[in-house]
C-alpha cells in the first residue's frame, strides 16, 4: 500500500490549522481504501507510530475526534516499536490537553510492556506449527511409553522435522502385558508389527528421548505457542504430562484432535467421512498398523483431506477472512479489547445485500408479469370462445325462427285450404236439398 502510506504522509503533513480539510481527505481516503487499512497502517519512520499516535503527537485534537468517532479506532492501540499507546505518548509529552481528551474515549492507564518479551517476526510465524504426536503404551492405567514418533508441520501441513523413538524394556515387563499387546506388537511372522522386537533391541531411555523431543520442539516452535495434535490425542497429552513433563511444559495447552473432526462430520456429514477415507484407501491409507509414525502420517493424511473441504470457497472471500482474523488478532495484544465494527465494510456487505434482493425483487416482477400475460391471454381465449358460442346461439336461434314461422304459414294454409273444401261441400249439400 505504498500509494496509501504517501498519501497519509502528505495528509500528516498539513498542520492543525487545516483540520476540517484534513478530516475531508481523510474520509476520502477511508472511502478509497477502507477504514481497517487506515487504521493498520504504520509510518516507518517514526517509532512506527499508528495514524493515532500521528494524530496524538501532531496535537490534531479535531481529527482525533473524528476518528475515533467515526472510524471507531482503538484508543488504546500500541505502536510496534516500544508499546507505548497514544495515551501514554501525550502523557511523555506532557500534553494533559491530549490526555484529558483521549480518557474521554476510553483511553486507560497501562503498564509497559517489555517488549523483549515480544514474539519475533519468525517465532509469530512458528507460533502457527503443528506438533503431531504418537505414543505406543504399555496401557492407559499405568502407562509406560515403549515408541514415541514426532512430525512437525506448517500451519498448511506442510512437513518440516520428524523423529521416531522406541525406549527399550525388558522381555520381563513385555510378558506382562495384554493379550492385545501380545497380538498387535508381536513379530511380523506372527501378525504383529514387529514393536515387541524393536524394544528389546533398543538402548534408548526414556529420559534420553525426551531431552532428543524437546530439542526438535525449540527449533520449530517457541515455547507454549504449538498446539499438539494427533488421533485421540488427549490420552498422548495426559501421557506426556506423566512421563515426559518437560516436553508436556513447552507445548500449547490447546490440542488438535482428530478424532473429534471424525466424530462431528459422522453425525453431522457422513458422506464428508466415507468420501475422505475412499480418498485414504487409494492410498493405502485404509487401516493404521499401531506404529507410532504410522498412526501420525494417517492423521496428518486425513487432516489433508478434510482441508480440501475447507477451501472451496472463493478465493476473495478467503483473503478478506483471513485479513480480518489477521486484524483482530493483532489488536487483541491491546488491553481494551472490545467488540468494534468497521463502516466501510458494513455498508458495502449492506449494499451487497441489497443488490442481491433487487435482483431477487426484479425476477419476481418478471415472473409475475409473465403469470399475469398468460392470464390475459386465457382470459382473452375464452372471451373469444364465448364470441364464437353466443354467434352459434344466435344462428340456432334464427333458425328455430325460421323453422317455427315456416310450420305456421303451413299451418295456416291447411287450415284455410280445409276452410275452403268445407265450404264447398256444405254449398253442394244445400244445392241437393233445394
Not at 514387529?194 to 520442539?217: G, H, I, M, T
Not at 487409494?282 to 506404529?291: A, F, L, Y
Not at 382470459?379 to 344466435?394: L, M
Request: net charge neutral; hydrophobic share 35%; glycine share 4%.
Amino acid at each position: 500500500m505504498e500509494q496509501l502510506n504517501r498519501e497519509l504522509l502528505k495528509l500528516l503533513s498539513l498542520g492543525d490549522e487545516n483540520q476540517n480539510s484534513i478530516i475531508r481527505r481523510f474520509d476520502d481516503l477511508a472511502k478509497k481504501y477502507g477504514t481497517l487499512n487506515l487504521e493498520k497502517w504504520r509510518n516507518l519512520s517514526n517509532n512506527k507510530n499508528s495514524l493515532l499516535h500521528e494524530l496524538v503527537e501532531k496535537k490534531l485534537d479535531d481529527v482525533i475526534r473524528h476518528v475515533l468517532t467515526e472510524c471507531q479506532f482503538d484508543v488504546n492501540v500500541r505502536r510496534t516499536s516500544d508499546g507505548l499507546t497514544p495515551l501514554q505518548v501525550a502523557s511523555a509529552n506532557k500534553d494533559r490537553f491530549m490526555c484529558d481528551l483521549l480518557k474521554q474515549f476510553g483511553a486507560t492507564e497501562i503498564q509497559t510492556e517489555d517488549v523483549s518479551t515480544w514474539l519475533s517476526d519468525a517465532d509469530k510465524g512458528k507460533s502457527m506449527n503443528i506438533v503431531w504426536i504418537d505414543l505406543e503404551m504399555t496401557s492407559i492405567e499405568e502407562p509406560e511409553i515403549l515408541e514415541c514418533a514426532v512430525i512437525i508441520t506448517d500451519k498448511d501441513l506442510r512437513e518440516l522435522d520428524r523423529g521416531n523413538w522406541v525406549i527399550h524394556f525388558n522381555q520381563s515387563v513385555l510378558d506382562g502385558l495384554g493379550q492385545w499387546h501380545q497380538d498387535t506388537f508381536a513379530n511380523r511372522e506372527k501378525g504383529g508389527n514387529d514393536l515387541f522386537a524393536d524394544v528389546l533391541k533398543s538402548r534408548l531411555k526414556k529420559e534420553q528421548v525426551e531431552e532428543e523431543l524437546l530439542a526438535k520442539l525449540k527449533i520449530h516452535c517457541p515455547a507454549k505457542m504449538c498446539p499438539l495434535a494427533g488421533s485421540s490425542i488427549h490420552i498422548d497429552k495426559q501421557v506426556l504430562q506423566l512421563r515426559m513433563p518437560k516436553v508436556h511444559d513447552y507445548l500449547h495447552y490447546r490440542i488438535i484432535d482428530v478424532s473429534s473432526f471424525q466424530a462431528v462430520m459422522r453425525r453431522w456429514a457422513p458422506w464428508i467421512e466415507a468420501d475422505i477415507k475412499k480418498q485414504l484407501a487409494k492410498k493405502g491409507q485404509e487401516t493404521v498398523n499401531h506404529r507410532a509414525m504410522d498412526d501420525i502420517e494417517w492423521s496428518i493424511a486425513f487432516m489433508r483431506e478434510f482441508q480440501t473441504f475447507l477451501t472451496k470457497q472463493n478465493s476473495m472471500n478467503n483473503r478478506k477472512n483471513e485479513s480480518q482474523i489477521n486484524g483482530r488478532r493483532k489488536r487483541s495484544v491491546s488491553p481494551s479489547i472490545v467488540e468494534r465494527s468497521y463502516p466501510v465494510a458494513r455498508n458495502q456487505q449492506a449494499d451487497h445485500r441489497n443488490q442481491q434482493a433487487d435482483h431477487r425483487n426484479q425476477q419476481a416482477d418478471h415472473r409475475n408479469q409473465q403469470a399475469y400475460n398468460r392470464n390475459q391471454q386465457a382470459y382473452n381465449r375464452n372471451q373469444q370462445a364465448d364470441n364464437r358460442n353466443q354467434q352459434g346461439y344466435n344462428r340456432n336461434q334464427q333458425a328455430d325462427n325460421r323453422n317455427q314461422l315456416y310450420g305456421d304459414e303451413k299451418r295456416l294454409l291447411e287450415r284455410l285450404d280445409h276452410e275452403k273444401n268445407f265450404n264447398v261441400r256444405r254449398h253442394e249439400v244445400r244445392t241437393q236439398i233445394v
